[in-house]
């Protein structure tokens, strides 16, 4: 397992735009963005396969957000555009047991400790 840290997270207004960051300790397969809100389930939000070859967004923040990597620094990027009050949340980075992306929890074995992303309207 790798260690993850995520920073980039804030507040800003409706419409607005932010880049989360998730530096990792070493190599990494697909990796992913989550997020959760108090009282729900954690969500899948966007992956990315081992080599930023395929990409996969859930419905509600294609065309909005873009997810990448850089491999030579070990880091995850997202890159959020068009902000919306509903997508404040916690965000989480996480790194798959798998090569190929993918959009399942389990298939994950390393969490960061997150990043609050705030939406005001």
């Known amino acids: 397992q790798v260690q993850l840290a995520e920073s980039g997270g804030g507040l800003v207004q409706a419409g607005g735009s932010l880049r989360l960051s998730c530096a990792a300790s070493?190599?990494?397969?697909?990796m992913g963005w989550f997020r959760q809100t108090p009282g729900k389930e954690r969500e899948f939000v966007a992956t990315?396969?081992?080599?930023?070859?395929?990409?996969y967004y859930t419905d509600s923040v294609k065309g909005r957000f873009t997810i990448s990597r850089d491999n030579t620094k070990n880091t995850l990027y997202l890159q959020m555009n068009s902000l919306k009050p509903e997508d404040t949340a916690v965000y989480y980075c996480?790194?798959?047991?798998?090569?190929?992306?993918?959009?399942?929890?389990?298939?994950?074995?390393?969490w960061g400790q997150g990043t609050q992303v705030t939406v005001s309207s």
């Open positions: 990315i396969s081992w080599d930023g070859g395929h990409t």
């Open positions: 070493g190599r990494t397969n697909a």
């Open positions: 996480a790194a798959a047991r798998t090569f190929a992306s993918t959009s399942r929890g389990s298939d994950y074995d390393s």
